[in-house]
């Protein structure tokens, strides 16, 4: 994504051809969350929206046959599920197929392990704080998150100056959610500082959809991790 500065407008668009016949990408939940990174994946690749089924609780939870039949047609499943018992019930059923899954919404270490465990999982901390680095052992056997990755995870930003104001901005990778693009084009034209950064990391977490800190179980909020995460990726020229 490139966003440049002209003289009547700001322009924001696509910098790289849309790939969509590379990968099929589904994005599954129980309704609450993920239609907005169905819109930004899109962008780039095929992806689509399921809201789940199922019946039952705990162990005795069944999900229904025929979306499980489905979603054996994509490359690569990103959970936005919030019923663990229901998230680790499709892992297991995806266990055996040449499937790489996205885990959008977990909670405990130890879930993350478990889930983790399958080996075509992965659990990040934020869906933009994660890039080839944390799954290198992972990129040979499923090409598609290396595929992935390449649009999407960890921000990769290069920031143009001319006359000391941003003129262009080139997003080279950002968060499936959209609050990469959404921050970074209000700051076209505008004027560069020291303070411009810390403004960039705080305007994320307006658009960022992590929630929010939980008190006495983490020191710092999600959103806020968001900030820096985006702030890191940022290369000024």
């Not at 505008?190 to 303070?195: A, H, P, R, V």
């Amino acid at each position: 994504m490139v966003y440049e500065k002209t003289e009547d407008f700001q322009y924001y668009g696509s910098s790289k051809k849309v790939l969509k016949d590379i990968l099929n990408i589904l994005i599954v939940s129980e309704g609450k969350y993920g239609e907005r990174a169905v819109k930004v994946i899109g962008d780039k690749f095929n992806c689509d929206f399921m809201k789940l089924n199922y019946s039952g609780d705990f162990e005795d939870i069944e999900i229904n046959k025929s979306q499980l039949k489905e979603i054996e047609k994509y490359d690569l499943v990103i959970t936005y599920l919030l019923n663990p018992d229901l998230t680790y019930c499709l892992l297991k059923e995806l266990s055996n197929k040449p499937i790489f899954t996205i885990v959008g919404a977990w909670s405990g270490e130890g879930f993350k392990k478990q889930l983790e465990n399958f080996g075509n999982v992965i659990c990040p901390n934020l869906m933009c704080d994660f890039n080839e680095e944390g799954v290198k052992d992972k990129l040979n056997k499923y090409p598609q998150l290396k595929e992935f990755l390449k649009y999407f995870g960890a921000p990769k930003i290069n920031i143009y100056l001319k006359d000391n104001k941003i003129d262009n901005i080139e997003i080279l990778r950002g968060a499936p959610c959209g609050s990469t693009d959404e921050t970074l084009k209000e700051f076209i034209g505008k004027e560069y500082s020291k303070k411009t950064l810390i403004d960039i990391g705080l305007r994320v977490q307006h658009f960022c959809r992590a929630g929010k800190l939980r008190i006495f179980v983490e020191k710092e909020g999600k959103k806020s991790k968001a900030g820096k995460c985006l702030v890191e990726g940022i290369k000024i020229i």
